[in-house]
Every structure is written in C-alpha cells, then in structure tokens.
C-alpha cells in the first residue's frame, strides 16, 4: 500500500477527482486529499473527508503542531494534482509555496503527476507551455490534457483525462519504472484493421488493441512522447498519447508511414488484415432470391512492417514486429517465429503463442521477445504492461548503444 497525496486545483473538473479517490482506496492505497481554496467552490471538504476517510485542509495553519506542510509531501509515495488549472501549474513552476498543496509540491521527493485541466487558450498560452515545460525539464511528469467537450458548450483541447487513464498513469509511476524515453518519439500501431465489403460489412480479427495501448501507456510512463496509430480501438487510450485512428490496413500504412519519419522507434503491434476484397460495393449487398451467396474475391494487402524496414535509413528507428504463433507439424512456435524475425528484418519480435484461442482480448499474456541476434528473452504470464515493459527496456537498451 503506497501513500498517495491527491491535489485538487479549482476546475470545474474538481468533481472528477472524487472518483480518482474511490479508484486509488480500491487499489489498496492511502490517499491524502489537499485541495486549494478555490477548488472548494466546485467540490466541498465534506466530499473529500467522506471518500478518504482523514481531514482535509487547505493552508498551512491546521494542525500546526503536526507540521502538515512539510509531512505530508515528505511521506507520500506519489503526489498526484487533477485536475491542475493553469495558475496551480505557475504557481509550481515558480516554486511559489502559498497554500498546503504548494507546500507540499516543494516538499515532496517521491514521483509528482500533474493532470492539467483548463481552456483550450489557457493551454495553448505562451506561459503555460513554458511553465509545463519546466515542470517536465524537473521531472514531473505533466499529462496532456484530452481534447474534447469542454465547460461550457465548447469543444477542444483541455478536458482532464479521464479518471481511469490517471490512474493507469500513477500506478505505472508508483510501479518505478524507469524513464529511459525521455526525448524519444515511439510510434505504437494497436488494433484490427477493417476491410469493408459494403457499408455494414467488414472483414475483421479478434486483435482488442489491448496490447498496443499498454506499449503506448508504458512508453509514456518511460518518458517518450507517443503516438498511437489505432486501428478501431473501442477501448480508452493513454492519456498524454497522440491517437490516430485508422480503420483498414492502406490506412494504417498510410499514417505509419507519415508519423515514422524522425521516430526513434516503432512498434508493430497491430493486426492488419492481410487480404481486402478486391472491390467495395457502395451499397448493401443484398441477398438474391434464388439464395445463391456472392463469392468475395480477395486480394493481398501490403506488408506493413516489411516496408517500414526497407524504408529505413541508417540504424534509426528501432523497429519491433509481432507475431502470433502456433506450432505444427513444420516447427514450434520459436522455430516459425525465428523464421519470420529474419523475413521481416526488424530488430526485435515479439512471439506470442496464440494455440487454443490464448492472448486475444484478456488482459494478461506470455510471450518470447526474440532479439535479431537470435537470443530469446521469455516474459513469464502476466499483465500485458509488463509485456509492454519488457520491450521498452530492449528499445531504450538498443537506443543506448546506438548512441554510444
Ligand atoms: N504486419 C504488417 N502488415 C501486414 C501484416 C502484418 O505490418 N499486412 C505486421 C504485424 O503488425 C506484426 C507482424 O507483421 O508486427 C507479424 O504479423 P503476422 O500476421 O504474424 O505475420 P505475417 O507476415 O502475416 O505471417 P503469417 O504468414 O504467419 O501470417
């Protein structure tokens, strides 16, 4: 159980941190709500008492004799500010110490994860970037805000991220994970590409995204900017992560090929679908009346990851491919998986054995990360950021000495 001190700024998104609360005390962790005065205008101390289940305060003189405004930032595990307003940003980017959570930021020698929530102006404003900018040059690690519905009827960039994606961010800082990206661009494909026959009817795969997002999720906790080319994800992407959405295979190629350029390195992990039908009917295709089925004539799609590899100039980026893998009668499933590491030419592949129906939309797997000198790292069953994880630290390795 880790203490986690959970600072509140006043936002209207204020009233999101409330579920933050519930999601950190179900993850068996203590939390330490410190709101700032103004944030009690959107959500009341009554509110944050109930949920953690201590007393709150805002200043500094409360409980003097406990010295709350340099206890609580010295004992905490993670100090975590969402939402953060653009002056609660300034104000610990000046080292300004005018209320408890101040205070407390100075005082804190544990990871601090800031979640900014505000108008888009605010955001785009010459001082915030400069005052997230320095926050990030100290180590805090400053989520982008989402793009979305806004206070009021307006729309943009500025939404809190989502409550979940805030958790996912701090539990992978409690974790300790090393920032070993930090001024690294990754590119992470995610998903199943779509290949429509008609309007409502496509040729899909079983691929959740659910890997791809955990690699885009575990590089931005290791420090790297990320973009995410997602591949009809249904399920919430990372905070802080650029996603571009893409629904077939030509799509995906198309925008890889376009983010890639100055990357320092990319992850395949996608399904793309092999084959597309050779030709899109743009109305429904109807059912005739002597019950005779329409034969669907396929051709193939481009192999995605081999062109990222012929495409590459020099050592840069590191590229990564995976393969999901079944043994017969021909090989096991290394023995298949060596063979493609080499066809593929990439530098890593990741080898998921996929008998019996195994990986596909859970949460946990196992898997070899098979390096292009042929040596075989196995990552024991467990969740799939542990996964994601362990290639991070075969790229930063692999990034390392290139640069030496
Ligand atoms: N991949 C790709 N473009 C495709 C198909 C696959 O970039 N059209 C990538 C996947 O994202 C993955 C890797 O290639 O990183 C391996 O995919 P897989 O389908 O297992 O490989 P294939 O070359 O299609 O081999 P197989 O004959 O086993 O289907």
């Known amino acids: 159980m880790s203490e986690i001190v959970l600072g509140v700024s006043g936002g209207v998104a204020a009233y999101k941190a409330a579920l933050l609360v519930r999601l950190f005390t179900e993850a068996g962790h203590g939390v330490q709500v410190v709101p700032t005065d103004s944030s009690l205008e959107f959500v009341g101390r009554a509110t944050w008492e109930a949920l953690s289940g201590r007393p709150v305060h805002t200043g500094v003189f409360s409980d003097v004799h406990e010295v709350?405004?340099?206890?609580?930032?010295?004992?905490?595990?993670?100090?975590?500010?969402?939402?953060?307003?653009?002056?609660?940003?300034?104000?610990?980017?000046?080292?300004?110490?005018?209320?408890?959570?101040?205070?407390?930021l100075l005082t804190a020698r544990c990871p601090v994860l800031m979640a900014p929530a505000m108008h888009t102006e605010m955001w785009e404003h010459a001082a915030t970037q400069a005052n997230v900018r320095t926050l990030r040059e100290r180590g805090v690690v400053v989520l982008d805000p989402a793009v979305g519905r806004l206070t009021g009827s307006?729309?943009?960039?500025?939404?809190?991220?989502?409550?979940?994606?805030?958790?996912?961010?701090a539990l992978s800082l409690l974790a300790g994970h090393p920032r070993d990206l930090v001024g690294r661009h990754v590119v992470v494909s995610a998903g199943g590409t779509r290949e429509y026959l008609d309007p409502v009817r496509y040729l899909?795969?079983?691929?959740?995204?659910?890997q791809g997002i955990a690699l885009a999720e575990a590089a931005v906790a290791r420090g790297a900017t990320v973009t995410l080319v997602g591949?009809?994800?249904?399920?919430?992407?990372?905070?802080?992560?650029?996603?571009?959405?893409?629904?077939?295979?030509?799509?995906?190629?198309a925008a890889m090929l376009e983010r890639v350029i100055g990357a320092d390195a990319v992850v395949m992990a996608a399904a793309p679908a092999d084959f597309r039908p050779t030709k899109y009917v743009d109305s429904k295709i109807k059912k005739t009346l002597d019950g005779t089925a329409p034969v669907i004539?396929?051709?193939?799609?481009?192999?995605?990851?081999?062109?990222?590899?012929?495409?590459r100039t020099g050592v840069a980026p590191v590229i990564v491919g995976f393969a999901a893998e079944t043994g017969d009668t021909n090989g096991s499933v290394l023995d298949h998986a060596r063979a493609k590491l080499a066809r593929?030419?990439?530098?890593?592949?990741?080898?998921?054995?996929?008998?019996?129906?195994?990986?596909?939309?859970?949460?946990?797997?196992?898997?070899?990360?098979?390096?292009?000198?042929?040596?075989?790292?196995?990552?024991?069953?467990?969740?799939?950021?542990?996964?994601?994880?362990?290639?991070?630290?075969?790229?930063?390795?692999?990034?390392?000495?290139?640069?030496?």
């Open 68 to 104: 709350p405004h340099v206890r609580i930032g010295q004992h905490a595990d993670l100090v975590v500010v969402a939402p953060a307003t653009a002056n609660t940003l300034a104000r610990a980017a000046a080292g300004i110490a005018d209320d408890l959570l101040t205070n407390t």
């Open 231 to 253: 591949a009809n994800l249904a399920l919430p992407t990372p905070a802080g992560v650029e996603v571009v959405p893409v629904v077939s295979t030509a799509d995906l190629r």
């Open 154 to 169: 307006d729309s943009g960039r500025g939404r809190l991220p989502e409550p979940e994606q805030i958790l996912a961010a």
């Open 297 to 311: 004539e396929l051709e193939e799609n481009p192999d995605v990851l081999a062109e990222l590899v012929r495409e």
């Open 204 to 210: 899909g795969n079983r691929s959740s995204g659910l």
């Open 344 to 404: 593929k030419g990439c530098d890593l592949l990741v080898v998921n054995d996929v008998s019996d129906g195994r990986v596909f939309g859970l949460g946990e797997t196992e898997a070899v990360v098979l390096t292009a000198d042929g040596a075989a790292h196995e990552v024991p069953h467990g969740p799939k950021s542990v996964l994601a994880h362990e290639v991070w630290r075969h790229v930063a390795d692999r990034l390392g000495r290139a640069a030496q």
